[in-house]
């Protein structure tokens, strides 16, 4: 896709927040041209280290938009990337390689050095995309090699990302390339219709599968991108003030931390028209404090929900009047091509869709038990509403009984509490609804006002304090509720 857009456009700008690893001397003012000859570049090197058709390829390097690029580089030689996120734990990392059985790993000399690979431990012959490190071939040095016309089967593995992993160790999930251009075409008539041709931010988890059907979006669309990996308010607000981005794409808890942009008074949010997150639910208060802080005439807040296992499944869109009387918990109507059906009225929320993955890369047996007759469970609660929305209430293993959504109940009190940057409600066995809270700024919790929110709300203990980044999280920034829980039950008395 990377060259299809090159030989259309090649001018068109990319923008990034670091140089690529791969290329470092294209600094970080490129163009779409600039990449197509990266990939191809990397392709016959990658072809010339004897990396072939159908083989599964290990990329886990440190975060940087190239794993973007050398995931392109790899599908040009029809080889399946297995992406693994740095932000992965060692052990976690060593288990899902181990399973995806590669024949070659793609690292860099930071990650080995830091301890997260082990290359005597890989199980397969590991290729430095950067750096150096004893013993171990660069792939910059090699010779590119030749590489011919490669046929593109649409029903064949094309890569593999992993599962958040906030309910248990990640799962690997095996997509088809027509699965992925599932994603691609049920994303695409929205953005036309809607008439987004604008210069677009994009800062996820790029060994996400919405990194590829979002950058399949921009090239498809012809818009200026910003690739950006640094989440840090400072870092993205200098990038948005040059960059000034029409369209802007981050994990719906990274808005919550760019909250802080919109009152800066460089107006770095002012260009933005349209804000979209998939991912996870987003809080309202967020929303609303995102919109007010555009400067265009009729913002718009776009949430998508689906699954890496499902693609996209349904979307809503918030104005800035309806984002004070939306619903939270409704994720919209489902995308036409999707079915949503709601077990028992209120229950386990299945799909069907073009869009599924393969397999479960290693665990074939817990992917089908998911699966009904071509119906896949998305492991929610939800409902539908008589106007036909989705309505998404808790994750199946985080549900409390008792409460009809915890993530309202949420949603609520970050509304009430502007201080909050995130609270979760957990449960500990018989010792009932325990909530933990994160302050925007790590100053201790304003107590008046928290015993003010709760007043109406279920029975609760006091909150626990947490600092943002001592919180586990995945590679996309959600908290990982069944850790949070092990972690409360070895530091709090019973």
């Known amino acids: 896709m990377v060259q299809h857009a090159a030989a259309r456009r090649p001018g068109t700008p990319i923008v990034l927040d670091r140089p690529l690893d791969i290329a470092p001397h294209l600094g970080t003012d490129l163009t779409v041209g600039d990449l197509s000859e990266v990939v191809e570049t990397l392709a016959r090197r990658l072809h010339a280290a004897g990396i072939r058709r159908g083989e599964r390829v290990v990329v886990h390097k ?67 995309a950067a750096g150096t490190h004893a013993g171990l071939t660069t792939v910059g040095d090699l010779a590119p090699a030749a590489i011919g016309a490669v046929r593109l089967d649409p029903a064949a593995p094309c890569v593999i990302t992993h599962t958040s992993g906030t309910t248990r160790e990640p799962k690997l999930v095996e997509q088809s390339s027509r699965g992925l251009g599932t994603h691609l075409a049920l994303s695409l008539p929205f953005m036309t219709a809607l008439g987004i041709r604008e210069r677009y931010a ?36 200098e990038i948005f003030l040059r960059f000034r981005p029409g369209l802007l794409e981050t994990h719906p808890n990274t808005f919550v931390g760019w909250e802080a942009l919109a009152d800066d008074p460089a107006r770095p949010l002012h260009t933005v028209r349209f804000f979209s997150s998939t991912f996870d639910a987003i809080h309202p208060r967020t929303v609303r404090i995102l919109l007010a802080a555009s400067g265009r005439r009729f913002p718009l807040y776009i949430q998508a929900y689906g699954q890496s296992e499902s693609g996209p499944v349904a979307a809503r869109m918030y104005t800035r009047r ?3 009387r ?15 059906r709601v077990r028992d009225g209120r229950g386990p929320i299945e799909v069907r869709s073009r869009g599924r993955a393969l397999a479960y890369v290693g665990e074939q047996e817990l992917f089908d038990d998911q699966l009904d007759g071509g119906w896949w469970r ?30 309202e109940i949420e949603d609520t009190l970050m509304s009430r509490v502007p201080q909050l940057r995130e609270v979760v409600l957990i449960t500990r066995g018989d010792r009932g609804v325990q909530p933990v809270v994160c302050t925007r700024t790590g100053a201790p919790l304003d107590r008046a006002a928290w015993r003010s929110a709760v007043r109406d709300l279920p029975p609760m203990a006091d909150p626990v304090l947490y600092a943002w980044e001592d919180l586990p999280h995945t590679a996309t920034l959600k908290v990982r509720r069944v850790r949070l829980r092990e972690l409360l ?4 008395p019973a």
């Open 62 to 128: 440190r975060d940087n938009a190239d794993i973007l690029l050398i995931t392109c580089a790899l599908a040009r030689l029809r080889a399946v990337p297995v992406l693994l996120s740095p932000r992965l734990p060692a052990g976690t990392a060593a288990v899902l390689t181990a399973r995806a059985g590669p024949r070659f790993v793609l690292t860099d000399g930071a990650t080995i050095a830091a301890g997260r690979l082990d290359p005597a431990h890989a199980g397969a012959t590991v290729l430095l």
């Open 202 to 237: 994009l800062c996820v988890s790029f060994t996400h599968i919405r990194a590829y059907a979002a950058l399949a979006l921009a090239l498809a669309r012809h818009m200026p991108l910003a690739l950006l990996i640094d989440q840090d308010v400072t870092a993205v607000r």
């Open 322 to 324: 309806g984002a004070w």
């Open 326 to 340: 939306a619903d939270s918990r409704c994720v919209g109507h489902p995308i036409p091509g999707v079915g949503v």
């Open 378 to 407: 998305m492991g929610d609660l939800g409902h539908r509403s008589r106007w036909g929305c989705v309505h998404l209430l808790d994750r199946e293993i985080d549900h409390i009984e008792g409460l009809d959504s915890a993530l």
């Open 489 to 492: 039950d070895q530091h709090l």
